[in-house]
């Protein structure tokens, strides 16, 4: 299983999230994390510009976006700036998009939210011609047409994911991308759900089979605080839990909240915790590094202990 790492915008002004950015992946990569992923937060730094960043201050670890909205540019635009990123990083691009959630899309952008499956599938027939350039781009469906020259190709492979929570998305998961980068997933609803579902569409079509990302909050802790570790993760990460689509994601498992999703305990806790994800089908662990503490000075220590301890676990996890 490959471990890797959300490394995020966050808090703060623009000239300190980069420069604690670039720290943060120096320190993933000489970790050996297998992957560092960008979260496209709607209010913040854009995740490809990032990663393009990020490319020129390493030179091993593969770099994801965790999710691009689709909606929001064309699937050419997205294309350019893609493989543009992908090249500024020597091919180490993971491209993770997705039709992302009504709230973002229609609440935010004031862009209609209609049958969002159908939409990613048509942005899928551009995006893959765009993808494997150079040459024009050729596609006429329901959303598109699209006649457009291209001179830009991909350096190395760039796989590409699918955020994929209900059976069609995951259908076409399978069928048309490298996996599927998950949110609100826990181990039953991987086992039960996510997993067959992706597998079997790849399998239909001869594709190999997919990787699947589950990103989960991780906190190292006495047992005595898993308790604050989850009262915490409730607190800063439960936005996204009022979402219909990943309220339905909730009635497949075992989690109620994100709380219940957070990987919190000591070392042996947290080892058999992730343990339990692989069993379930999950190829692929995106740890968000969730600290506690009372002072900004505790909240720093419990990131540094957290991230240090994951880096010996993720030996063993591979």
């Excluded at 009022?242 to 806790?269: H, I, M, T």
């Excluded at 503490?293 to 301890?309: F, I, M």
Aim: proline residues 7%; negative net charge; glycine residues 8%.
């Amino acid at each position: 299983m490959r471990v890797g790492v959300m490394i995020g915008p966050e808090r703060g002004d623009s000239a300190r999230k980069v420069g604690r950015m670039m720290k943060d992946i120096e320190w993933a990569e000489s970790a050996g994390m297998d992957t560092a992923w960008i979260p496209q937060v709607p209010t913040d730094f854009d995740a490809l510009i990032t990663i393009a960043l990020m490319g020129a201050r390493t030179s091993r670890i593969e770099l994801g976006t965790a999710v691009v909205p689709l909606q929001a540019q064309h699937p050419i635009a997205l294309a350019r700036q893609a493989l543009s990123a992908h090249a500024a990083s020597a091919g180490r691009l993971a491209l993770g998009l997705g039709p992302s959630h009504h709230w973002i899309v229609q609440d935010m952008l004031g862009i209609p939210y209609e049958k969002p499956a159908r939409y990613t599938r048509d942005y899928l027939d551009v995006l893959d011609q765009a993808l494997h350039g150079p040459g024009p781009v050729d596609v006429e469906n329901d959303s598109f047409t699209v006649h457009n020259p291209l001179e830009l190709g991909p350096v190395a492979p760039m796989p590409v994911f699918l955020a994929a929570l209900g059976p069609v998305m995951l259908r076409l998961a399978g069928e048309r991308a490298d996996g599927t980068i998950l949110w609100m997933a826990d181990e039953r609803a991987i086992a039960e759900h996510i997993a067959p579902s992706i597998n079997k569409a790849a399998d239909g079509v001869g594709r190999p089979a997919p990787r699947i990302v589950a990103g989960v909050p991780v906190c190292l802790c006495r047992p005595t605080e898993v308790d604050e570790a989850r009262s915490r993760a409730n607190r800063i990460l439960a936005e996204a839990e009022f979402s219909p689509n990943y309220q339905k994601l909730l009635e497949r498992g075992d989690a109620r909240d994100v709380g219940d999703l957070c990987v919190a305990g000591d070392e042996d806790a947290i080892l058999a915790r992730l343990r339990d994800f692989e069993k379930a089908g999950v190829t692929d662990i995106s740890m968000r590094l969730l600290p506690i503490g009372d002072t900004r000075d505790e909240l720093v220590a419990s990131k540094y202990r957290t991230r240090e301890v994951m880096a010996e676990l993720a030996k063993e996890l591979r």
